[in-house]
């Protein structure tokens, strides 16, 4: 059988194949059509020679085998320095062979590599900081990903994710009558008790056009509601796009490129329509990646960014506090130890450490970073679609070994994790071990913390 | 007044005594009824797999799963649903959300709903914590009354006596006073509104004197029947009372002495993280140990029609 009726090269583009996917319990016969899945070399070889361009091939082959990468990776760490986690290792055994040998790969080693790309590695960039000639294997397991998605080697999960950008340029199914519906509700909701709070829809000309995480809308649409209020309160001029709303990619955990540019794409577009002054994404680490980082190349923008200026959430409420449109109460700031998830993806590659701490330094009395912090802190072990993947959870449950410890060695039982899935991450991390932490996104903290101008607060009766 | 009614449930015994109820006044008032059943809590980052509500199990939702919970939610509700039309809904997300997204999409005029749970079910502590902030997130934010069943309701609503209604002056409050008025009006049944001046407000050190607790009843007194009566139109089945001590004491202890059938209150809170609030609202210690329904009313919404 040269492709199966699940498991097959094709991209998810109609609601039927999604279905027929998601009916597949737990990709039972996704996985079982992919053992027989043929590997089309020519197409692979043919790939390789028109995308893998001079920096891959270069690190590649500059790559000393120093082993310098081993301990900057938590995978390696957790798992008592098995040598076949040394990041270099990983990448030279899986894409180094497929180049190698020109695309003359068989079933069993795309198999191998893609647990290998997945389930050993987040794309969580660390490595790259820590060899010495640059080398980031990071954004080659990133590569070689897409180019097991162009052979239909992806995980069951990852085929649904990008299919569902593909469907509904988003990552869950959500309409935009659904998304414009929840942000009526939310705005019904919440102006009770903030009288005056609205959520504008399709506002030309805003300040800030807000975009969010498909789970938001689809499971915990308070999280819009929250954002609403500190926009609110902060006095902001501010929108959401009726279409083009979706900041996170579960294409680029896949890679699947064809599905990250047209998600970006629809983000972009909304900043075309509406002209936004700027753009402020959610609390999402993959999101920022996604659509500030890696997007504007996938959309081939030439600038290589996005249309208009784009800010993380952190930077948005780091400048709100600075000059001062949110005013925290200072009897209300944390007085317990509490310390900071740093999401690989807007603060190693996004560069926003400061931001964070700034935030910090307003809301926690005794904030306590975590050894290594900032860009050099480890992936929540949640990171690069992990966190939803079956096949790899005992993997992905060995390496939040490594950020328990962390967490541990602050002695702080509070951990802010501005992102989806370290928020989720962590989570996991104390059901699975059980070491009496909380976690929280910053929206609800900032809630409970900020001083309400007279005007705003809701009038008692 | 029921043309539509949400029952929501966690298809456990601790729904039971609800289950009665939401059935029987389905029949009664010829009332189309949704059961509704919140399977399963989805992460917060990617996943397909959500946290089964009742054994705490991580499954995935797929389309055998859902049809394998509904079938045993007929069975579970089997003898009811021998004599009804009610439609299953089975969801999946937090379950206070869901059952405020339904509500709102099908416009229903009563959501019904078990309160406690019981120490011997399968993951009875999640079960609390669910049970728990699900009442409060989904009082404060519904748009029609919200009725939690704690304990057996023998007595038919249509055949329903007496009315408890407690006020605490809020305009929350006074659409329940309204809704209690209506449905009083509608069954023919005694309406007690009632107040109880709270002797712990200021603080349980500095004790209120006697005179300033006359004085506050008088003046209790006074606005109900000033600014309360007069939205109810005279209803001659009125009766007016207040009393002094711990409100939620107070109340279930008049709606004893009065024998009451339900009991109607608002249940406004301003905190903004239900989690982080104090556990002991007084609708919460009411609905714990009411022995009647408990009605929670915080918007105009199913009045209209008496404002």
Redesign the interface.
């Known amino acids: 059988m040269p492709e199966g009726k699940l498991c097959n090269r094709q991209p998810v583009t109609t609601l039927e194949q999604l279905?027929a996917l998601?009916?597949?319990?737990?990709g039972k016969q996704y996985y079982e059509e992919m053992n027989r899945l043929e590997v089309d070399a020519k197409a692979l070889w043919d790939t390789i020679q028109r995308t893998c361009k001079s920096r891959i091939r270069t690190w590649l082959e500059i790559c000393t085998h120093c082993g310098l990468c081993a301990e900057s990776c938590f995978y390696y760490l957790a798992n008592h320095k098995d040598p076949s986690q040394v990041p270099a290792y990983k990448i030279q055994s899986t894409l180094g062979e497929i180049i190698r040998r020109k695309g003359r790969v068989d079933n069993a080693f795309l198999q191998y590599t893609m647990d290998t790309v997945f389930a050993k590695c987040t794309c969580c960039n660390r490595c790259a900081i820590y060899c010495p000639l640059g080398i980031d294997t990071g954004v080659m397991a990133s590569y070689t990903r897409g180019l097991l998605f162009s052979q239909g080697f992806t995980p069951w999960?990852m085929k649904?994710?990008s299919g569902m950008h593909r469907i509904f340029r988003a990552?869950m199914d959500v309409t935009t009558e659904d998304w414009v519906e929840t942000c009526q509700?939310m705005a019904e909701?919440t102006s009770e008790?903030w009288p005056g709070l609205e959520i504008p829809i399709d506002k030309e000309g805003a300040d800030i056009l807000y975009t969010v995480n498909a789970?938001e809308p689809?499971?915990?649409?308070?999280d819009i509601a929250q954002a609403a209020i500190l926009f609110h309160v902060a006095g902001e001029n501010w929108t959401v796009p009726s279409e083009g709303w979706e900041e996170?990619s579960?294409a680029m955990?896949a890679g699947d490129w064809e599905g990250c540019r047209q998600q970006v794409q629809s983000v972009y577009d909304a900043m075309a329509r509406l002209r936004p002054k700027r753009m402020v994404v959610t609390e999402c680490g993959h999101a920022y990646r996604a659509t500030v980082i890696e997007g504007p190349y996938w959309a081939g923008l030439p600038t290589g960014k996005t249309p208009v200026e784009t800010l993380h959430y952190v930077e948005w409420v780091a400048e709100a506090l600075r000059t001062g449109k949110l005013k925290i109460d200072p009897r209300k700031k944390i007085k317990e130890p509490v310390t900071y998830q740093d999401s690989c993806n807007y603060i190693r590659n996004g560069g926003l450490a400061d931001a964070a701490r700034y935030i910090m330094s307003r809301i926690a009395e005794d904030f306590r970073e975590m050894g290594p912090s900032r860009e050099h802190n480890f992936c929540c072990g949640?990171g690069g679609?992990l966190?939803?993947i079956?096949r790899y959870r005992e993997q992905r449950n060995i390496g939040l070994k490594v950020k328990r410890d962390q967490i541990l060695a602050t002695g702080a039982k509070l951990v802010v994790a501005p992102c989806?899935?370290?928020?989720?991450?962590i989570?996991d991390l104390e059901e699975i071990y059980r070491i009496g932490i909380r976690w929280t996104f910053l929206k609800?903290l900032l809630?409970?913390m900020i001083e309400v101008p007279e005007h705003l607060r809701?009038r008692e009766? | 007044m029921f043309k539509k009614l949400l029952f929501a449930t966690t298809a456990s015994p601790v729904c039971d005594n609800a289950a009665k109820v939401a059935f029987d006044l389905e029949m009664k008032w010829e009332a189309k009824l949704i059961l509704l059943h919140v399977l399963g809590i989805?992460?917060?980052?990617?996943?397909?797999?959500v946290v089964d509500v009742r054994t705490g199990e991580k499954e995935?939702p797929?389309?055998?799963?859902l049809e394998w919970v509904t079938e045993e939610l007929k069975t579970t509700y089997a003898a009811f649903l021998e004599e009804s039309n009610a439609r299953i809904v089975t969801a999946?997300?937090?379950p206070y959300?869901e059952i405020?997204?339904l509500a709102?999409k099908e416009d229903v005029d009563m959501i019904l709903m078990g309160a406690h749970s019981r120490d011997e079910e399968v993951g009875a502590a999640r079960h609390r914590q669910v049970a728990g902030s699900t009442l409060r997130r989904v009082a404060k934010?519904a748009r029609c009354p919200v009725v939690i069943v704690n304990r057996p309701c023998t007595t038919c609503w249509k055949l329903f006596s007496n009315i408890v209604v407690g006020t605490d002056?809020?305009?929350a409050s006074e659409s329940a006073l309204l809704w209690g008025y209506k449905l009083a009006r509608e069954v023919g049944a005694n309406l007690h509104v009632f107040h109880a001046v709270d002797i712990t407000a200021g603080g349980l050190t500095r004790p209120a004197g006697q005179t300033d607790l006359e004085q506050r009843i008088q003046e209790a007194r006074r606005r109900i029947e000033h600014h309360l009566l007069p939205k109810i139109k005279g209803y001659e089945k009125t009766t007016v009372e207040v009393w002094e001590g711990i409100p939620y004491v107070e109340i279930l202890k008049f709606a004893r002495a009065r024998q009451a059938d339900l009991i109607v209150m608002a249940h406004h809170t301003?905190e903004?993280?239900p989690e982080?609030a104090e556990m002991g609202s007084t609708v919460e210690e009411v609905v714990l140990r009411s022995s009647c329904p408990v009605a929670s009313v915080n918007h105009p919404d199913k009045v209209a029609d008496l404002l």
């Open positions: 279905q998601l009916a597949d319990k737990g999960e649904i994710g990552q509700w909701e008790d789970r689809k499971h915990y649409p308070e996170t579960l955990f949640g679609g966190n939803g079956g989806h899935n370290c928020w989720d991450a989570r609800p809630i409970n809701p009766e | 989805p992460s917060r980052g990617f996943g397909l797999q995935q797929s389309p055998d799963y999946i997300g937090e959300r405020l997204r709102r934010a002056f809020s305009k301003r903004v993280d982080e």
